[in-house]
């Protein structure tokens, strides 16, 4: 048994967090600061953080992940690390030569207190960021949320920085994707350029970390949003933001800062969700859904009436990170699954919950829900009400393996498979590639199971 | 310049007919001049003198901020390398969530619970697969993490009622002046188990060598010793600094069960605390990773009067040489026969393997960037295939570990070092023996057996080759361009950069989720591996036809 000393009984916690189901802030921010074109994520703490963040990512995405640290010392830490971060800013510029630094915070800096905007004012001052390149910041202490709250304020930093109104109002949609796979961003932008809108995309992870291999290694890859894009973006029509927890609050703040009207979605994942998004672009953009999406869209109801069969009433547990766990609990039960057990890591507040409670509403059998819970309550959960399905990221094998429970992998990290960045669960075509991995699984068991008498040819 | 370097890159050159002084400059040529004074220091062409003398390396220094380079930190040493390991104690890190869930399963140490060492009867304990974590939230960062954590150690004992359990500090934690020493003793006197915690906050050090350091003396002082049971077995011993990555340990004990050497405890893969509690009582103290672990080995020769001696097993002549050295030390008719027969049983097999891959490895060329001692110690590995090392460096190594512990007197102790605590060691009154007398030792030493000594990576090296401490992501990829070699061993955060390259990268830390490479078989294993990666045939599809001849022609095909 790999997780051999799990108990069965659940006795309460208050202090020790087991098996977590999210991460700290600054990865989000690194990874949505690899979505600006050009652009280098700084860390400014020690060099563990950014060792770890990077590590992680590229575990994930097996791509490429440069990043840079201040690298305190004992020292920085008790004077402040303005020194080291102004030294950084010149370094990079001077062997790297992004663009643009997107520096954030670690719960060392936060803790000492350093105030980043006025040690960049300073590296101005002293003429170490050249002209026409920028320095952007975001504040993202670990002790607060989690790597979905980093992700969120990097990503609102983006439109504190360099959003501008410049008085006329284009016919650009922006897109915020949330925190999602490259793969994903790019059907996000995908569906909207069928539907013939223009848009501007924030973060754009698409192309950064699902690089080609030419054998010429380009540090600053194709993809990502532009600083120009980035500035632009306050004068667009409007915005769609997918995801509360991820998106909203650079929506809001775009919306505040140069009145560009947003709507906050559901991540597009699975059919009624997927058709929000479109719906809400038709309107947003003034424009029709054309056949090609209607095309698509028929496509995955009758895959949904072909499939029924297996998927009604299994029992699912589902461990993730916030905007994508709502998603897909509307989305299954929408399948007439049921949803049984539910966990996100991130602190998401009272309002998420209300609304993970009202997606189960219609399921028959008992739901447990926490936000946040971890993964060893996830596991508890498990042992006491077994189901016929997994959905978490690849830490969840280890349950799935020690409770026999056929998993299928969402989320963040995914270090044993590939596709994620390739093939997008978003969207009617990314719900076909969704409903594929989960039927797989479960057909998978289900011929596994069958003894020599009741094996099916056709299913 | 563009038209030099495709020159240069080239098959046909070697090391050799580079300046090496050239390629150093052109290194440093991008840098702000107070990078480029501190990186010259770090980038040292090798010459080795008649006695063995190397040129001097500054290493174990700052990071330049800015440059992106692989290190990790204090945190990471502490809890991911020496204590994570450890299957039989529970880990908690104190702090905000984001470390100990980065360090939670990440670093591949096999272990198997329901064997035990030294064949007692085993009691399953296995938490390795578990991440424990106080989660720190504002409100500690503001009113201080003690409450929340005795109250973690309480829930951790309650769920699980682990033997032992240690706390491992984070950043914040040293910052907002939290006494984890005190609580881990109200909590060690409150459970009646070993309860003890480390300082291992990530900004202490330069690297994750300061954590090692910290580890090693929390062991030390909270754990060997406390079993002073002599445990059955012949040529007791324990073997120091290898990790069990893709089961490196799990080889390097066949061989010592084939042999009759009994391994009392091992630091730390596959290691239980047990074993550490006992591990003073073992004859001899073998190193396999000198940066990471030679402080409890010194500590223990101190205290307990038990010698060390560097070893290395990732190598097939290595490993054979290891053994060899082991059955000098006992010196011993029937343990030096046994070690011979084992050899001789095992090594056609390896020789025949390695004669089959060589005449497709031999001439290419490589370059180890990458930990402690790896960089060293995958040479030897590299010299059978015939794949010659151009260049090589530590993330996180000292000055011993390049250039030998005979310049241990003339290290300088800087700010950073210092900051980390050196125990005071005294004989115990009681425990203390010397395992061997002096003039045995001396004999021994006269036969070529060297104790407590480590001679270091570069008296080892080619003159002419670049030995670089602490690489940066820059001068990584200015290697690449000017040498393109044929393979390329560092990290998990390295390795798709350098593939972008177009080179194969072999990770020295996880093994690219292989292995084992130690001992007999798994020389055997790496052969193939890497034949496998400088062979591919991926590399040859980077180009698509139509870019190779991108002229249109003037018909259709079909015409
Ligand atoms: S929790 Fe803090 S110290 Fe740990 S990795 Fe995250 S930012 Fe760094
Ligand atoms: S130097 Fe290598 S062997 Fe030593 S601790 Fe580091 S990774 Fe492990």
Known sequence: ?459 | MAKATSKLATESIKLENHDPEKIKARLLAKYPPKVARKRAKQIVVNKVDRDGKVPVISSNVRTVPGLIGQRGCCYAGCKGVVLGPTRDIINITHGPIGCGYYSWLTRRNQTDPDKAANGQASDGHNFMTYCFSTDMQDEEIIFGGEKKLKQAIQEAYDNFKPKAIAVFSTCPVGLIGDDVHAVCREMKAKLGINVFGFSCEGYKGVSQSAGHHIANNGIFTHVVGLDDTITAGKYRINLLGEYNIGGDAFEIERLFERCGITLVSSYSGNSSIDAFANSHTADLNLIMCHRSINYVAEMMETKYGVPWIKVNFIGAAATAKSLRKIAQYFDEEELTAQVEAVIADELPAVTAACEEIRPRTVGKRAMLFVGGSRAHHYQELFGELGIKTLSAGYEFGHRDDYEGRRVLPDIKVDADSRNIEELEIQPDPERFHPRIDEAKRKTLEAEGLGFSDYEGMMPEMPDGSMVIDDLSQYETDELIRIFKPDLFCAGIKEKYAVQKHGIPLKQLHSYDYGGPYAGFKGAINFYKEIDRMVNSRVWEYMQAPWEASPELSATYAWE
């Open chain 1, 1 to 459: 048994m790999l997780l051999r000393h799990t108990p069965t009984e659940i006795k309460e916690r208050s202090a020790l967090t087991v098996n977590p189901a999210k991460t700290c802030q600054p990865i989000g921010a690194m990874y949505a600061a690899l979505g600006v074109h050009g652009c280098l994520p700084h860390s400014h703490g020690s060099q563990g953080c950014y060792a770890y963040h990077r590590s992680a990512l590229t575990r994930h995405f097996k791509e490429p992940v440069v990043a840079a640290t201040s690298a305190f010392t004992e020292g920085a830490s008790v004077f402040g690390g303005q020194a080291n971060l102004v030294q950084a800013i010149d370094n990079i510029f001077t062997v790297y030569n992004p663009e643009v630094i997107a520096v954030h915070t670690t719960c060392l800096s936060e803790t000492i207190g350093d105030d980043v905007p006025q040690i960049v004012a300073k590296a101005k001052a002293d003429g170490k960021v050249p002209e026409g390149k920028y320095v952007f910041h975001a504040n993202t202490p670990s002790y607060v949320g989690s790597h979905v709250t980093g992700f969120a304020n990097m990503t609102k930093a983006m439109v504190e920085y360099f959003a501008e109104a410049n008085g006329l109002k284009s016919k650009t949609i922006n897109l915020i994707p949330g925190y999602v796979e490259p793969a994903d961003m790019a059907e996000i932008r995908r569906l909207a350029t069928v539907m013939g809108i223009t848009t501007i995309m924030f973060p754009d992870t698409a192309k950064v970390l699902n690089g080609p291999l030419t054998g010429k290694y380009k540090m600053f890859p194709e993809g990502g949003v532009t600083i120009n894009e980035l500035q632009k973006c306050g004068s667009s029509a409007g915005t769609v933001a997918l995801g509360r927890i991820a998106s909203m609050p650079a929506a809001r703040a775009l919306d505040a800062k140069c009145k560009v009207p947003c709507q906050i979605l559901d991540l597009p994942i699975g059919l009624t969700a997927t058709d929000a998004f479109v719906d809400t672009l038709r309107q947003t953009a003034g424009v029709s859904v054309p056949d090609a999406i209607n095309l698509e869209r028929g496509q995955l109801v009758d895959t949904i009436s072909d499939w029924h069969q297996y998927l009604y009433g299994k029992r699912v547990a589902i461990v993730g990170d916030p905007d994508q766990v709502l998603a897909l609990t509307r989305f299954l039960v929408g399948l007439d699954m049921r949803p049984v057990h539910i966990i996100t890591g991130s602190p998401s507040g009272k309002k998420y919950e209300k609304s993970l409670r009202d997606a189960v509403a219609r399921v028959p059998d008992a739901v447990n829900i926490r936000v946040p819970g971890d993964m060893l309550l996830f596991h508890q959960w498990l042992k006491n009400n077994p189901v016929d399905l997994i959905i978490g990221n690849t830490y969840a094998k280890y349950i799935a393996k020690d409770e026999d429970i056929p998993l299928v992998r969402y989320g963040f990290p995914i270090y044993d498979r590939m596709g994620h960045s390739y093939f997008s669960t978003m969207g009617y075509r990314g719900a076909l590639r969704l409903m594929e991995k989960i039927l797989d699984a479960i057909l998978d068991r289900k011929d596994r199971d069958a003894d020599d008498i009741t094996m099916e040819l056709v299913m």
